[in-house]
Structure formats: structure tokens, C-alpha cells
């Protein structure tokens, strides 16, 4: 964990696209002109060592990801913003939005794929065999849980495929709140919005989730896509945590799936 490598908002030195020619005549060669600049850039790399501070998103990209060959996490200027991040808002909602997407992150270093790869981002065996039967037996009860969710429109959720975005969800859930929490220092925040810190927290991150599909795009992503549906993600996660259930005074279920 401490040898993860951070890269936020946008990279030290902007990559040069002075030999990139583009044209007002023609959008599809436009793209074969960029595709062939993008081929050319790759292959000049080749013998050379590895520049370990270059950026695979742009700062404009609303998305943030772990990459596990190189044991590093990004979050661009975009994803830095209203939405996920409010330097306006009270630390309950900055930590249930942005702070759940960070643990997110993190987790995926952790997960049945970035697991695989050590420090460095060699892919070896570095877990004891306790430690990895013990991982796969909890994760295999995220599966369960899972697979007993469905979308809005009725698909299914793929318990198996959607695993390791799955552990991801809970886990980054988990170190959000146990962050926002330790930033408390023992002081409750004030009710806001009829809201305790809490429940801002866990509505925050349900707000992260905010989307409409159409049933035939559902479809697609329940065979396709390694995430749950936007809906299961809004309260899956959450529901494997004991706060969610104090935070709206509910009882709190017995043997929650936790892999951490």
C-alpha cells in the first residue's frame, strides 16, 4: 500500500501532439490520423525505460482507475469537481462521494485481479495460502450476495463477473467512512438538510450512482460490464456496513458479507 503511486489532476510534462495534423475535411481520417500518431507514439517506445510518470487518461476524463502493472492510482482534474468533489460541501458528502471513489481505488489493489501483482506490478504469488483461501472464501459470499441482486429493468446481476468491482464498491465504502469518521476527532457534525453526518454520507454515495438507462442498454451491460448496475451500486456496498444500518436506526442484519 505504501509503494501505491498517486497521480492527481493532470500530468508534470503535457504530451506533445505538434506532429498530429488534423483536418477540417474529414472526421474518419481525422481518427485514422490520430489512431496512426497514438501507433507511432507506442512503438518510439520501445528499448527505452519506462516513464513511470505518464498519464493513460486525459485531466478531462471524468473517471479514475488502479492500474496494477504499475501500482498506481489516478484521479484527472475532472473527476475533481461538483458531482464527486464540492470544496463547498461539509466533509460528510465530499468523504461518501469522493472519498468512496478513492477507497474504491485503493481496494482494487486488493481485489481477485490486482491481488495478482506485487508492489512493483510483477505478477507473482505474494499472499500466504492461508491468507488466499481465506480472501477467495469472502469473496466468493460477495458473489452470493450479488448474484441476488437485480437492475431496474429485471437483469439479473453476475455475481462472478462483476466480483472484483464488486469487493472494490465495499471496501472503498468502507475506508471513506472509517476516514470520515477519524476526521472527526469525537465531535458530531450539526444536522443538516434534516441529515445527520452519517446519513449525508451514505446519501452522497448513493448520489454517486445517479443514472438512467434504457432496458436495452441494461441488457448489454449485465453480460458485459464487470460493474453492477448504477442501482445495486447505490446500496450494495453500503448495506455491508453495520454504520448504514445505525445511520437510518435499523437493525443490523446478522453475518454481513465482509471481506476486509
Keep these: 500500500l505504501s509503494a501505491v503511486r498517486v497521480k492527481i489532476g493532470y500530468p508534470d510534462r503535457w504530451r506533445d501532439y505538434s506532429a498530429l495534423r488534423l483536418k477540417d475535411d474529414s472526421l474518419a481520417g481525422n481518427i485514422m490520423r490520430a489512431n496512426t500518431f497514438e501507433w507511432r507514439r507506442n512503438l518510439a517506445k520501445l528499448g527505452r525505460p519506462i516513464d513511470r510518470s505518464e498519464w493513460f487518461t486525459s485531466p478531462s476524463t471524468v473517471n479514475a482507475y488502479y492500474n496494477p502493472y504499475w501500482n498506481e492510482i489516478m484521479f484527472p482534474a475532472a473527476i475533481l469537481q461538483r458531482g464527486f468533489y464540492d470544496p463547498k460541501a461539509d466533509d460528510a458528502s465530499n468523504y461518501g462521494a469522493i472519498g468512496t471513489v478513492i477507497g474504491h481505488e485503493i481496494t482494487h489493489g486488493f481485489d481477485d485481479q490486482g491481488a495478482q501483482y506485487d508492489l512493483t506490478g510483477l505478477r507473482r504469488d505474494w499472499w500466504t495460502k492461508a491468507d488466499k483461501a481465506r480472501y477467495d472464501e469472502k469473496g466468493q459470499a460477495i458473489v452470493a450476495q450479488y448474484n441476488g441482486y437485480k437492475s431496474p429493468s429485471g437483469y439479473a446481476v453476475n455475481g462472478a463477473l462483476t466480483e472484483g468491482e464488486n469487493i472494490a464498491d465495499v471496501g472503498g465504502v468502507m475506508i471513506a467512512y472509517l476516514a470520515y469518521r477519524k476526521s472527526l476527532n469525537g465531535v458530531e457534525p450539526p444536522i443538516r438538510d434534516g441529515l445527520t453526518g452519517d446519513q449525508r454520507f451514505f446519501v452522497a454515495l448513493a448520489q454517486n450512482y445517479r443514472a438512467k438507462f434504457r432496458p436495452e442498454f441494461e441488457k448489454m451491460l449485465s453480460s458485459?460490464?464487470?460493474?453492477?448496475?448504477?442501482?445495486?451500486?447505490?446500496?450494495?456496498?453500503?448495506?455491508?456496513?453495520?454504520?448504514?444500518?445505525?445511520?437510518?436506526?435499523?437493525?443490523?442484519?446478522?453475518?454481513?458479507?465482509?471481506?476486509?
Design 224 to 260: 458485459l460490464d464487470t460493474h453492477s448496475p448504477n442501482s445495486v451500486r447505490a446500496v450494495g456496498a453500503a448495506a455491508d456496513l453495520p454504520a448504514f444500518y445505525r445511520a437510518f436506526g435499523l437493525p443490523v442484519p446478522e453475518n454481513l458479507p465482509s471481506v476486509w
